[in-house]
Structures are given as C-alpha cells and as structure tokens.
C-alpha cells in the first residue's frame, strides 16, 4: 500500500508518542523500584553483618567469663594444699574436660613464680618458673588475667586464663591454657559465604586467632589500625585491591578486637540476580508495548486512510453527479433551442417538396438538384433531431425498463451491429460468454447502447489491425454479472484516466467524437444500479468492467 509522506509522518509521531507516554514512566518506575531494592538490599547486608558480628562478640565475651568464672570458682572453693594432694588436680582437670575440650592443661604456681603442681600433656614446664614475666605480675596485680596469643616454652599458639587467690598473708595462682585451634573454630563458626572470613587482634594489630584467608596466626593485617570504639561498626576496607565488608566490634574482657569479613560481590548476587530479572521483564513490557504501539498505530492510519478514500471517492462522485446535473440542464436547454428551428426548417423543407410535386416545377431543368438539396436537408434535420432527442432523454434521466434479460444474447447482438466495420478495418472480435450466465432484471436496450459505445470506442482506438475480447462471467459475492470489454489499441494515458467519464472529455481527434458517449454509459450503469470502471496501461489496450446486479 502506498502511502503520502503525511501519513507516514503521523505513523511516526503516533508510534513516538506512544512509546515516549509509556516507556518513561516504565523506565523512571524501574529505576526507582530498582534503586529502592538495592538500597534496602545493602542495608540489610551491613544490618545482617552488624548483628553477626555483636553476637560473635557476645559469644566469644562469654566463653571467656565462663572460663574465667570456672577457675575463679575451683580456686576459691578450695586452698592450696588440696590442690598439692597427689592426684587431685589431675582430678580436677578431668572433670573440667568432661564439661569443655577447650583446656589443654591446669597448673598452680605459688607466689614466688614456681609451678607447684601441673597436670597436662607438657611435662617440661613442670618445675618451670615464671617469676618476672608479664603475666604473672599482671595476674598477681589485677586478681584476673587472659593474655594475648602466645608461643611460650610449648612452641604451640595458645593463651592462658589466670586467676590469683590471696590465703593469709600468700598468695597462688591457678592458671589454665587454651586450646587455640578449638577458640579459632568458634571464632569462624558464623563466617559468610566463600569469601567470608572471622579474626580477632589485638591493640598491636596481631593476629589472636587464625584467620581463612590472609596472613598466618600471630601474623599483622593489612585492615588498619582502630583505637577502640563502644558499639559495633561496619565499614569498606580493600583488602588487596578488592573492597570488603567488614563487622568491627571490640570485646569487653579483652582487649581484642573481633573483625568479621564479607564478601559484597557474593552477597549482592541476588540483588543482580533479581535486577536482571526486573529489567528483563521490563524489556519485555517494552516490546510488548512497541509491538502494540505500531499496531495500533497501523490500525489507526489504515482506518484513516480508508476514511479519506472513501471521501475522496464520495466527493468524486458528487463531482460527477453535478457535472452531470449542470449537463444534463444544459442538454435540456440547448435540445429545446435547436428543436424549435429544426421544426420550422423541416416544416419548410417539406412545403418545398410540395412545391416541386407540382408539374410546372417538375419540367424545370435544375429540378433534380433541387430535389437533392431538400432530400440532404431532411437528412441532416433528422440527424439532428435525433442527436437533441438523445440529449433530451439524458437531461430527462428516463428510468429503465425492468425486463428479464440475457446478457450474453446482447453482447451477441451488439457484436452483429459492428461485426462488419470492424472486419473491415481488420479488427477481430473475440468472446467468452459464460454458458449458464444468470438472467439479470434490467434494459436491454440501454445495455446495447452502453457496449455499442464502448466497442465502438474500442474499434476507432484500434484503427485498423488488432482484436476486442468480450467475456462474461457471474460471480457470487456480490451477487453481479461481470461484463469486460478488452481491446488492444494504444490504451489510455494514467493523467486522462480519471476523466474519462466527465462530459465532453474525449481522447479522438477533433471532430471526431462528442465526448458524451462514455458519459452517458456511465449514466446508463448507474441507473441499472450497476457500476463501470476501466482499467488501462499507455501502450497496452484498455478495458471497461461493468458489474451487473443480478435478477434477485
């Protein structure tokens, strides 16, 4: 179908419209849902981490009090000389073991330094004194004492748990060691995901526990140095390049800061996950809404085009049907002109005639020329007259007569009127008459006059040397009887063929014909409620289709 540049310029700004009044709030919808989501995503994250890490801290808070707690209560529900007793500390180790693995040996070392009693796994460290050393001025000092990460005299990572008892005016110490590679299973026991990781350090930024990833136990990290803090906090530290979640909070029996690590990439999968998910399923309504967009816009334009079609073809036809009102006035007036004179010269021609009937006027010698100019006088009125009369019954619009007739025996005899002409011009004059053609309710004698103009038409195209083919057929949606008459002459040219049904508009040469003949056909068809239409290619004959309504 083609269309004008206007209507496709209106596609497009429908289309556009359409798309912009949809696809903006569906973008602006998407990025702001897309926005809230991933905000109320991260902060769930750092919300998540944070109560990881302040139960972590709470939990590791109280497996030391509880330690802490278990050696203050054996120390203080019993003096020193019961510890001294062969056997009893080993005793007492066995039923701490029983409720907790996480001791790895107990000993009770006295006030000058020296270790009086031990029971465990390291027998070296027995008679071992520790007068001097850090601990054990701290735990004679302060009552309680945990220390930091430690090789020792064992060469193996651990830290001790001291409590000092004053009996009288002496004082003793009851000192367990513990196990740091069951402390650092329930320091990583809440890691998250696969890049997830959990540490203690102390002030000095010393690795208390051993971490999943990075540097070894009693190592430094690369995470920075933090003076301590109350609460818990949550910050983005890069840790070799990569930018890291990390939970911080230090514990309040030590001075130990416990650091939780995790991993945002990993945690932000199902936000990218459920973002995919969003803009597909708006790429999706996008297209959705495009294919509908072109659609509907399509529909719109076709209806449109279809309405100004239809107007344009109402408009021609009420173009048509003036000119023929205007024409068929004037034919009306100018009949009535030309009549009145072709009476009186008639009536004259024929008292002439009678004039020469008598015998003094017969002996004259031009009485034959005479005779002749009246007989070319009646001639020519007659044609005339008959030229009036038609345009009389144009201007009139005589309704047709309704009789049952058979088309195909009109074309017949229509072909019989011209048959001899157009032999003689050389002109072969074919047919296909549908055999079974239904009979139509209409004139035929108007049907004859309207194929005797169109072939006649068809044979002065031609001129000499060429073929007419007549066909009919019925066809059943609608109802009609189709009539074509098809030449082979020089067909008609595309700018001439809108008019070539108006009045006066003729294609033969002057003098050749009136320009009324396709004219009145037209007027002919449209009273048997018929239709006529040609079609014609420059150079490639022409035909007329005449659509019949059938004898309902």
């Known amino acids: 179908m083609i269309e004008s540049t206007g209507y496709t310029r209106l596609r497009v700004k429908l289309i556009l419209t359409t798309l912009a009044f949809s696809f903006i709030p569906l973008l602006i919808l998407g990025l702001v849902i897309s926005r809230q989501y991933e905000s109320a995503h991260k902060a769930k994250i750092v919300q998540n981490l944070s109560h990881i890490t302040e139960n972590k801290r709470r939990t590791i808070d109280l497996f030391l009090n509880e ?19 062969e056997g009893t500390l080993e005793r007492v180790f066995t039923l701490m073991q029983a409720r907790s693995k996480y001791y790895i040996d107990l000993g009770v070392i006295d006030e000058d330094g020296n270790h009086v009693v ?23 000092a302060k009552g309680v004492y945990i220390s930091d990460v430690f090789l020792g005299r064992r060469n193996y990572p651990h830290f001790i748990i001291a409590v000092c008892r004053r009996e009288g005016d002496k004082n003793w110490i009851l000192r367990a060691t513990i196990d740091s590679d069951i402390f650092d299973s329930l320091v990583q026991s809440d890691q998250l995901g696969v890049g997830g990781d959990a540490f203690l350090l102390n002030s000095d930024d010393v690795l208390q526990s051993k971490p999943r990833f990075g540097p070894r136990l009693l190592g430094k990290t690369n995470i920075g140095s933090y003076a301590r803090f109350p609460s818990v906090r949550v910050e983005t530290i890069n840790v070799n390049g990569k930018p890291y979640l990390f939970g911080l909070a230090w514990l309040e029996n030590k001075n ?16 990218e996950h459920t973002q995919f998910m969003v803009w597909l399923i708006l790429a999706g309504g996008m297209l959705l809404i495009g294919g509908g967009a072109v659609l509907t816009s399509n529909t719109i334009l076709s209806q449109l085009v279809a309405a100004e079609r239809e107007k344009a073809s109402l408009n021609l036809s009420l173009a048509q049907s003036n000119k023929m009102a205007t024409l068929g006035k004037m034919a009306a007036g100018v009949a009535h002109e030309i009549n009145n004179p072709l009476a009186i010269i008639k009536e004259q021609a024929g008292w002439m005639r009678d004039l020469l009937s008598e015998e003094d006027v017969r002996s004259s010698p031009n009485f034959k020329e005479f005779e002749d100019s009246l007989g070319k006088i009646e001639f020519h009125v007659n044609r005339a007259r008959d030229v009036t009369q038609r345009m009389l019954g144009f201007a009139r619009r005589v309704d047709p007569v309704q009789d049952d007739v058979n088309v195909n025996e009109v074309v017949r005899q229509t072909i019989t009127f011209l048959q001899n002409e157009a032999r003689h011009r050389g002109i072969e004059i074919t047919t296909n008459l549908q055999p079974d053609l239904p009979l139509i309710a209409s004139d035929a004698g108007q049907l004859q006059q309207v194929f005797l103009n169109i072939i006649d038409n068809a044979i002065d195209a031609i001129g000499k040397d060429g073929s007419i083919h007549v066909a009919t057929m019925a066809v059943h949606d609608p109802e009609e009887v189709i009539v074509t008459i098809k030449d082979s002459g020089p067909g008609i040219p595309k700018e001439k063929l809108e008019k070539i049904f108006d009045p006066f508009f003729t294609t033969k040469k002057v003098g050749e014909g009136t320009g009324l003949g396709l004219t009145i056909s037209f007027t002919i068809i449209q009273k048997l409620g018929g239709r006529i239409k040609v079609e014609s290619e420059e150079g490639h004959g022409a035909a007329f289709i005449i659509s019949l309504p059938m004898k309902d």
């Not at 330690?67 to 007793?85: E, G, P, V």
């Not at 130990?256 to 990439?265: E, F, H, T, V, Y």
């Open 67 to 85: 330690r802490l707690s278990q050696l203050m209560t054996i120390a203080y529900t019993h003096q020193m000389d019961y510890f001294l007793r």
């Open 118 to 140: 031990y029971t465990g796994p390291y027998k070296t460290i027995r008679r071992a004194n520790y007068k001097g050393q850090e601990w054990f001025d701290q735990v004679l």
């Open 256 to 271: 130990w800061l416990l650091a939780i690590r995790d991993d945002p990439a990993e945690e932000l999968l199902p936000l």
